[in-house]
C-alpha cells in the first residue's frame, strides 16, 4: 500500500499532467487536502511532504486541529456548509471558505472578521444541478449577491465553487464545470475581479482541471477512504 507521501506525489503529478494535456500552467491550480475527520498526525504526515492548505467541513473537529497546528505556516480552507452560530469560529480561524451562498452570513462573516487580520477570502457557491441535499445559489442569482457583498470590508470575494453530483460521465462533468467557468467570466466582464474556481474532487478532478478549476478539493486520493 502507498504512503501518504507517495499518493501526494502521484496526484501532484497527475495534476501537472491533466493541466499540461490541457494546455495550462501547472502552477495555477491549488491542491487543497481535504482533512476533515483525519488526526492530527495525518496532516503532518502531509506537510512533511511539502502539503500547506488542508480544507475541513467540521468546526468541532477543524478547531482543535487548528489550534494544535498554530505554529506551523498553513493555510486553513472551511468547506463546509456555513450555520450562523458557526460564523464567529470560521472568520477567527480560517483564511478562506468555499461555501458562501447566502448574504446574512457573509455579513456575520464581515462583522467578526478580527481586526489584525487580512480580509477573508470567499467563493460563492453555485447550485448548478438543482440538488435539494447541496447548499449553493442559482446562477440567475449570482449577480446579485455579488453586488450586495461588494458592501462589506473584510471580505474577499475570490471566485466561484460548485459541487456536482457524483458521476462516472466525463461529459456531464465538464458541462457542469464548464458552466462555472462561464459564469466567472461573465461576473468578469461586468467589473468583478474573480480569480478562482474551486471544484474537482477525486472521482472528478481531471475534467475540472481542464475547465479551469484552479483550486481542487482532494481527500481519498490522499489519506485514503474516509474513517
Request: with cysteine.
Amino acid at each position: 500500500m502507498a504512503t501518504l507521501k507517495e499518493r501526494l506525489s502521484q496526484l501532484r503529478s497527475q495534476i501537472s499532467s491533466t493541466a499540461r494535456s490541457c494546455d495550462r500552467d501547472p502552477s495555477d491550480i491549488t491542491l487543497l487536502a481535504v482533512s476533515k475527520t483525519r488526526p492530527v498526525e495525518d496532516i503532518l504526515q502531509a506537510v512533511a511532504a511539502g502539503q500547506r492548505a488542508f480544507g475541513e467541513n467540521y468546526l468541532q473537529d477543524a478547531l482543535p486541529k487548528i489550534s494544535r497546528l498554530q505554529n506551523l505556516d498553513l493555510e486553513w480552507h472551511f468547506i463546509g456548509r456555513i450555520q450562523s452560530n458557526k460564523t464567529r469560529d470560521i472568520a477567527e480561524n480560517f483564511s478562506w471558505v468555499h461555501a458562501l451562498d447566502k448574504f446574512k452570513h457573509a455579513r456575520r462573516l464581515s462583522d467578526q472578521r478580527p481586526p489584525g487580520l487580512p480580509a477573508l477570502n470567499v467563493c460563492i457557491q453555485l447550485n448548478l444541478t438543482g440538488e435539494s441535499s447541496k447548499g449553493g445559489i442559482r446562477a440567475d442569482e449570482l449577480a446579485g449577491l455579488l453586488e450586495k457583498l461588494q458592501q462589506l470590508p473584510h471580505l474577499q470575494v475570490r471566485g466561484l465553487m460548485t459541487m456536482p453530483p457524483a458521476s462516472a460521465d466525463e461529459t456531464r462533468q465538464h458541462q457542469v464545470f464548464g458552466t462555472l467557468r462561464e459564469l466567472l467570466k461573465q461576473m468578469n466582464q461586468r467589473g468583478h475581479n474573480l480569480d478562482t474556481l474551486s471544484m474537482g474532487m477525486s472521482g472528478d478532478m481531471q475534467a475540472a482541471i481542464c475547465e479551469g478549476a484552479t483550486i481542487v478539493r482532494i481527500g481519498t486520493a490522499i489519506f485514503g477512504p474516509r474513517i
